[in-house]
C-alpha cells in the first residue's frame, strides 16, 4: 500500500483534459505537490503548494486540494504529457508522503 | 544552477550496509531552510521516500525502515549521506536524494541504480 491513494492508470485523447486525483486522510488541510516523470528521468516538479506552476512548466497543467483529495488536471493534453504522476504531501510526524503514482497514456 | 548527484555502489550483497553519498553543487548546504531527502524507486514501482535532514540538522525517517537508515550532513563537502543497513534483495531500487527550501522538491538528482544480490 501506498502513503496516498491513486488511479493507477488514466487514459485521455490528444487535446482532451486529464485529470488525476490523489486521496489522503485529510488531504485538504495540508500543500500536495505533483511531479511527473518520464521513462529513465528523475521526477520533475509541475505543481507545488495544491496550485502553483514552477517556472517553465506550461499552463495547461493545473492543480488544486480540498476535503481529501488533491487534484491535478491536464487542459488540452499532448503526447508529450505521456508519464507517470505522483503526489506528494507530509504528514503530521514529519514524514514524507507519495501517491502510488498514476500512469498516464495520451491515445 | 543546483545539481544534486548521487554516488554508492552499485551492487550490495545482501545483508551488507549501503552508503549512498548525494553531493550537492550550486548551492550551500548552510543556506537556511534548505532540506534533503533521500527517495528510492524499485524498477517500475513508485516512489517510496526514506529519510529527509532539515535545515538545523533534524532528522526524520519513514517509520517501517527507521532501524535500517541513518541520514548525515556533512556540510564541508557539501553532502548528505544515507546508511541503510542490512540490505535485501527488496531494497534493490533506483536512489534519489532531492532538495526543499519549503515542503517540495524542486531539484532532483539522476538516481542511482543499486542491486542487491549475491
Known amino acids: 500500500s501506498y502513503d496516498l491513494t491513486q488511479p493507477p492508470s488514466v487514459s485521455v485523447s490528444p487535446g482532451q483534459t486529464a485529470t488525476i486525483t490523489c486521496s489522503g486522510d485529510?488531504?485538504?488541510?495540508?500543500?500536495t505537490h505533483w511531479y511527473q516523470q518520464k521513462p529513465t528521468q528523475s521526477p520533475l516538479l509541475i505543481i507545488y503548494?495544491?496550485?502553483k506552476r514552477p517556472s517553465g512548466i506550461p499552463e495547461r497543467f493545473s492543480g488544486s486540494n480540498s476535503g481529501d483529495t488533491a487534484t491535478l488536471t491536464i487542459s488540452g493534453t499532448q503526447t508529450v504529457d505521456e508519464a507517470d504522476y505522483f503526489c506528494?504531501?507530509?504528514?503530521?510526524?514529519?514524514?514524507?508522503?507519495f501517491g502510488g503514482g498514476t500512469k498516464l497514456t495520451v491515445l | 544552477q543546483v545539481t544534486l548527484k548521487e554516488s554508492g555502489p552499485v551492487l550490495v550483497k545482501p545483508t551488507e550496509t549501503l552508503t549512498q553519498t548525494c553531493t550537492v553543487s550550486?548551492?550551500?548546504?548552510?543556506?537556511?531552510?534548505?532540506?534533503v531527502s533521500w527517495i528510492r524507486q524499485p524498477p517500475g514501482k513508485a516512489l517510496e521516500w526514506l529519510a529527509h535532514?532539515?535545515?538545523?540538522?533534524?532528522?526524520s525517517y519513514r517509520k517501517s525502515l527507521k532501524s535500517r537508515l541513518t541520514i548525515s550532513r556533512d556540510r564541508s563537502r557539501s553532502q548528505v549521506v544515507l546508511t541503510m543497513t542490512n540490505m535485501d534483495p527488496v531494497d534493490t531500487a533506483t536512489y534519489y536524494c532531492?532538495?526543499?527550501?519549503?515542503?517540495?522538491?524542486?531539484?532532483w538528482g539522476q538516481g542511482a541504480l543499486v542491486t542487491v544480490s549475491s
Open positions: 506528494q504531501s507530509w504528514d503530521s510526524s514529519a514524514a514524507v508522503l
Open positions: 532531492a532538495q526543499t527550501y519549503s515542503d517540495y522538491f524542486d531539484s
Open positions: 535532514i532539515f535545515s538545523n540538522d533534524e532528522q
Open positions: 485529510k488531504l485538504g488541510d495540508k500543500f
Open positions: 550550486g548551492v550551500s548546504l548552510d543556506n537556511a531552510g534548505l532540506g
Open positions: 503548494q495544491d496550485d
